[in-house]
């Protein structure tokens, strides 16, 4: 068949069979020809999926794959509503799916401007250092915090958080009766050696490091990391609420300051979405919640929305990496098969429920409730959660499960989430008993000389080590043991107070602890490999101690708390601040030159809150988030 004047030139001769019409082919030709184009243009697209996401055409052609929250299942009218526990400085190298999303939701805009009041500045001004000056400067934190409410109730929108009836809602004063004073002069004297530790860290931060976000106290500097996106001033929003809580006014003003006049959270960098949510998220809630200061709400505000991107998967199972500017999210490079981690994604319920209550928008608590949905939906070997999740096809993708790095704060979310509630949250509560019980048949070991342990499972093979970072274990099982059935309460107690003594066991000879220790190979809580010996100044293992202080009184964990103080005087204090150690077994301490963070946020504030009475942050109104950071308990029966 030929059309139009192609015979013409066909008989012209150009190519014998060939036709001179339109492109110059037959119509058979024509077809074979489009085919092979077809083809080609398929194989180049299809070629894209294998090129390294770095890869600028692949960012252009892959980056529009927003795809809504699949929804699973539905929850209980009960539903109201954690890590990476890896080498904190874990490169992050990209991962193998990338999606730009855009949150469909509209949010409210908010103001970028720092709030910077008269008050606000006097407080600045007369911060005190003694705890006579810490009340007055207290007081004034509540006096600004009042008049934030007295808009509230004249505002239009009635949407709008009040401080004031959130304040109502508190059964005890968050300072206690005297900021948490003992009565004990010795524990006193204790407590104010923390105080003295964490002016140390932070005034030497303040000299060499301000802004960066952590100190390197041997080269005294800054360092930045790429944990953060691009944010700074990690250990300053990590040490808002722990200067508070210590009075240490001057510090506190100085860090707010910091806040109101630097905090930039239009950076464009690829953050850890957990690390950004535990550190910036938990601590800025924490210093509003404390302070009533609108600046913290502001600026926690404004990140959460830049956060929200990361849920635009084909499963709502964010990413573990966002770029803050862009909303593009990756998962790790290293976790397998672009999964996503348990302890991440599993650790944002607490904040993202408060950041829902502060904005009065849902978005937050929807988010969060559609992975809870998911994870109680889907499948669990042995009734265990592995450690990696496809955000694409909602599946595990291998069956490694751990109570240590990469699942831990998962479960201690999962409590968390119950007694942050109010004990309303009934899924919350029947996941994490029934995650406990399958942690017990399945993980939790004696070893020969009688130390009970978590193991690590491997698709049904047990590995004989337990994280430091498992040891938080002893004291969420103990917050959780008064809420489970009546006869399992005192053995919940007691598995607490076991877990709590293994890992003090583990701290020796030192006197602190190894990254990982061993049971097997005639090994008793021992770190067998030199690469587990280092302690990063973790606080796992104190913040069991704080918990089972508060719930049993047993002098001993004051005592072991101590021995950790002395420890960390000996070990790891420098003349510029606190450093980490490469190897917990020998005395002669080789430094690895960074005080971390969560140092400040964490282990001087459990240590802190150790020797304190049980009033300073009482566990009837307080959760601590995954990062220490003391969030309310929302009573929202006493709100209206
Ligand atoms: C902290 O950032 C948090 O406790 C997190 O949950 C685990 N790791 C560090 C401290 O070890």
Known sequence: VESGGGGERSREGILPGVSASGMGLRLSQKFVFLLFLSGLVTLCFGALFFL?????????????????????????????????????????????????????????????????????????????????????????????????????????????????????????????????????????????????????AWDNYKLYA????????????????????????????????????????????????????????NSNGEASLFEVNIRYVGGLLSAYYLTGEEVFKSKVLELGEK?????????????????????????????????????????????????????????????????????????????????????????????????????????????????????????????????LEAIEANLVQKSPGGLTYMAEWRGGILDHKMGHLACFSGGMIGIGADDGVPEKRQHYLDLAAEITHTCHESYTPTKLGPEAFRFDGGGEATATRLSDRYYILRPEVIESYMYMWRLTHDPKYREWGWEAVEALEQHCRVEAGFSGIRDVYTTTASHDNMQQSFFLSETLKYLYLLFSDDDLLPLEDWVFNTEAHPLPIIRKKRIR
Not at 150 to 178: E, I, M, N, Q, W
Not at 236 to 260: F, H, P, R
Not at 382 to 389: E, I
Request: aromatic share 8%; proline share 5%; net charge positive.
């Open 52 to 200: 390294p996401d770095s890869v600028r055409l692949k960012r252009i052609f892959l980056s529009k794959t927003e795809t809504p929250p699949v929804t699973v299942g539905s929850g209980s009218e009960n539903d109201a509503r954690e890590h990476l526990k890896r080498p904190k400085d874990q490169e992050h190298p990209r991962g193998m799916t990338s999606a730009k999303g855009e949150t469909s939701t509209k949010l409210k805009s908010l103001s970028r401007k720092p709030v910077v009041s008269r008050e606000a500045t006097e407080e600045r001004l007369a911060g005190g250092k003694a705890l006579e000056d810490l009340s007055l400067s207290r007081s004034r934190a509540e006096s600004v915090s009042e008049r934030a409410t007295v808009v509230d109730h004249h505002g239009a929108d009635t949407d709008t958080f009040s401080y004031a009836k959130f304040k109502r809602c508190l059964l005890k004063p968050p300072l206690g009766r005297d900021y948490g004073k003992p009565s004990d002069p010795n524990t006193n004297e204790r407590r104010e050696k923390v105080k003295e530790m964490m002016k140390f």
């Open 210 to 265: 301000w802004g960066k976000n952590e100190l390197r106290p041997l080269t005294r500097n800054g360092h930045l990391g790429n944990m953060f996106g691009g944010l700074k001033g990690a250990s300053i929003i990590d040490s808002l609420d722990t200067l508070y809580i210590m009075g240490l006014m001057d510090e506190y003003n100085d860090a707010k300051e910091w806040v109101q006049t630097s905090l930039d959270l």
């Open 307 to 435: 956060l929200l991107p990361a849920f635009n998967t084909p499963t709502g199972i964010p990413r573990g990496v966002i770029n803050l500017g862009s909303g593009t999210s990756w998962s790790w490079g290293w976790a397998s098969a672009g999964s996503s981690i348990l302890a991440e994604f599993g650790t944002l319920h607490l904040e993202f429920v408060h950041l829902s209550e502060l904005s009065a928008n849902p978005i937050y608590t929807e988010k969060v409730m559609n992975i809870r949905k998911l994870l109680n939906k889907i499948e669990k070997p042995h009734g265990l959660y592995p450690n990696f999740l496809s955000p694409v096809s909602g599946n595990w993708v291998q069956h490694h499960v751990s109570i240590g790095g990469l699942g831990d704060s998962f479960y201690e979310y999962l409590i968390k989430s119950f007694l942050m509630s109010d004990k309303t949250d009934g899924d919350a509560k029947k996941m994490y008993y029934s995650a």
